[in-house]
């Protein structure tokens, strides 16, 4: 599976994004889906995470209340809505794609995407 995100941006606080991740493969809608990010100088961490029905979906405490994800299996294409943006939402965002498991843990992901560059100013 190939990941390709995008829709990254300068937004002001209190402003929204959407990020698109699309996908190659014919075997999208058997993988659980999920976005990360990395902010300069810090760890990847979990934002959100959508299983292969989406059915099911977890966020991180920080994107809970102000982040969806949504999935669009037909055009083999995983979403994060971001509203009420905050200037500590700032980060490299990364989707990825887990063939086993719908998990928090980075290291259960197998596919990467090349991540999409969220500035939020203040």
């Known amino acids: 599976v190939q990941l390709q995100a995008s829709g990254g941006g300068l937004v002001q606080a209190g402003g929204s994004l959407r990020l698109s991740c699309a996908a190659s493969?014919?075997?999208?809608?058997?993988?659980?889906l999920g976005w990360f990010r990395q902010a300069p100088g810090k760890e990847r961490e979990f934002v959100a995470c959508?299983?292969?029905?989406?059915?099911?979906?977890y966020f991180a405490d920080s994107a809970k209340g102000r982040f969806t994800i949504s999935r669009d299996n037909a055009k083999n294409t995983v979403y994060l809505q971001m509203n009420s943006l905050k200037p500590e939402d700032t980060a490299v965002y990364y989707c990825?794609?887990?063939?086993?498991?719908?998990?928090?843990?980075?290291?259960?992901?197998?596919?990467w995407g090349q991540g999409t560059l969220v500035t939020v100013s203040s």
């Open positions: 959508i299983s292969w029905s989406g059915g099911t979906k």
């Open positions: 493969g014919r075997t999208f809608s058997s993988y659980a």
């Open positions: 990825a794609a887990a063939t086993d498991v719908l998990s928090r843990r980075s290291y259960d992901y197998d596919y």
